[in-house]
């Protein structure tokens, strides 16, 4: 399912690393239009939490994906890149640039490397594996793993039961390993056809602006975000429901934080958050550009220079 486009850029970094305002004013600059690529972004229902673009950037550039799904949907990375292709296509046929940004590190992999196709799994067939893993217990379940798909079992780290369930669940619903699946992969952009960059800036300072922002958020309405959404009775389990500071400002609004409490462990959150994209960007797209620059202008100018 490879893509060709008359030209991608990829934006990515941890959040509050100034994203969406380098791809708002490459889009101008370029004629492009601004494709989502943040998981939490695509729900309309928190706007304020999760940062989406402001109003005056949306109108800077078309932007795409942001803020067209319903908080009750549970959208995968999937799904993600099923919405993602038809707009590719058109501003290839259009020949407008596409930029891509956000801070979902799977979205990009499935971009540029390609996505597995696992079939699913009967609900029967995984609540066996469960069961059999309670009964043997970790040790005597991974040799049974390691016979049907040694390759998986090598890759699973200690006490990861989901990751074991995953996997021989997967080969005793198909008769074939998890890792024949992830090996079916082709990647929806063709080589040549994209760049990327990652925006890196001092830890220090990310961590200040995920504070000041956490703090504009509350001051923007964030806490009425929540509120309607606790309201909905959703399942907790679903992905909009572990949107950053969802759990510490609903913990507030049913008194069991205090306003301070809620904001420090909103802060912690995000700052663990922000690490693991950190992580994520230095190890999966570890050839790509990095702008290590915090100040808006000079992200501009380091993008220049790379010839964007």
Same mark, same amino acid.
């Not at 959040?15 to 494709?35: F, N, P």
């Not at 099923?82 to 296509?89: A, E, K, M, N």
């Given at each position: 399912?490879?893509?060709?486009?008359?030209?991608?850029?990829?934006?990515?970094?941890?959040?509050?690393?100034?994203?969406?305002?380098?791809?708002?004013?490459?889009?101008?600059?370029?004629?492009?239009?601004?494709?989502?690529?943040?998981?939490?972004?695509?729900?309309?229902?928190?706007?304020?939490?999760?940062?989406?673009?402001?109003?005056?950037?949306?109108?800077?550039?078309? $932007?795409?994906?942001?803020?067209?799904?319903?908080?009750?949907?549970?959208?995968?990375?999937?799904?993600?890149?099923?919405?993602?292709?038809?707009?590719?296509?058109?501003?290839?046929?259009?020949?407008?640039?596409?930029?891509?940004?956000?801070?979902?590190?799977?979205?990009?992999?499935?971009?540029?490397?390609?996505?597995? $196709?696992?079939?699913?799994?009967?609900?029967?067939?995984?609540?066996?594996?469960? =069961?059999?893993?309670?009964?043997?217990?970790?040790?005597?379940?991974?040799?049974? @793993?390691?016979?049907?798909?040694?390759?998986?079992?090598?890759?699973?780290?200690?006490?990861?039961?989901?990751?074991?369930?995953?996997?021989?669940?997967?080969?005793? =619903?198909?008769?074939?390993?998890?890792? $024949?699946?992830?090996?079916?992969?082709?990647?929806?952009?063709?080589?040549?056809?994209?760049?990327?960059?990652?925006?890196?800036?001092?830890?220090?300072? @990310?961590?200040?602006?995920?504070?000041?922002?956490?703090?504009?958020?509350?001051?923007?309405?964030?806490?009425?975000?929540?509120?309607?959404?606790?309201?909905?009775? @959703?399942?907790?389990?679903?992905?909009?429901?572990?949107?950053?500071?969802?759990?510490?400002?609903?913990?507030? @609004?049913?008194?069991?934080?205090?306003?301070?409490?809620?904001?420090?462990?909103?802060?912690?959150?995000?700052?663990?958050?922000?690490?693991?994209?950190?992580?994520?960007?230095?190890?999966?797209?570890?050839?790509?550009?990095?702008?290590?620059?915090?100040?808006?202008?000079?992200?501009?100018?380091?993008?220049?220079?790379?010839?964007?």
């Amino acid at each position: 399912m490879q893509t060709q486009t008359q030209s991608v850029v990829l934006i990515a970094g941890p959040t509050a690393s100034g994203k969406s305002a380098l791809a708002v004013r490459l889009a101008a600059s370029i004629g492009g239009e601004i494709i989502n690529a943040d998981s939490m972004q695509v729900y309309r229902d928190l706007r304020i939490l999760t940062a989406r673009p402001t109003p005056d950037e949306e109108e800077a550039a078309p $932007h795409h994906l942001f803020g067209i799904a319903d908080a009750a949907e549970a959208w995968s990375v999937g799904h993600w890149v099923r919405q993602t292709v038809p707009i590719l296509d058109r501003l290839r046929r259009d020949r407008k640039p596409a930029i891509i940004v956000g801070g979902t590190g799977l979205y990009f992999l499935a971009l540029t490397r390609g996505l597995a $196709h696992i079939p699913p799994v009967p609900t029967e067939v995984r609540d066996n594996a469960i =069961a059999e893993l309670t009964d043997l217990g970790e040790a005597a379940f991974r040799q049974r @793993l390691a016979i049907a798909d040694p390759l998986a079992e090598t890759k699973i780290s200690p006490g990861d039961s989901q990751r074991l369930v995953r996997a021989f669940s997967v080969y005793a =619903a198909t008769g074939r390993p998890l890792s $024949h699946w992830q090996a079916q992969t082709e990647a929806t952009l063709s080589p040549g056809s994209w760049r990327g960059i990652v925006l890196d800036p001092p830890r220090a300072t @990310l961590y200040e602006r995920c504070d000041a922002r956490l703090q504009t958020m509350i001051e923007k309405g964030a806490l009425d975000e929540v509120e309607r959404l606790l309201a909905r009775n @959703l399942d907790s389990g679903i992905p909009v429901m572990k949107a950053l500071g969802v759990t510490a400002f609903a913990a507030q @609004l049913n008194t069991e934080m205090t306003a301070a409490q809620a904001l420090e462990h909103a802060r912690a959150e995000t700052r663990r958050y922000a690490k693991r994209q950190i992580t994520w960007q230095r190890t999966q797209n570890s050839l790509w550009p990095r702008i290590s620059d915090a100040d808006q202008g000079a992200q501009w100018d380091a993008l220049m220079r790379l010839q964007f």
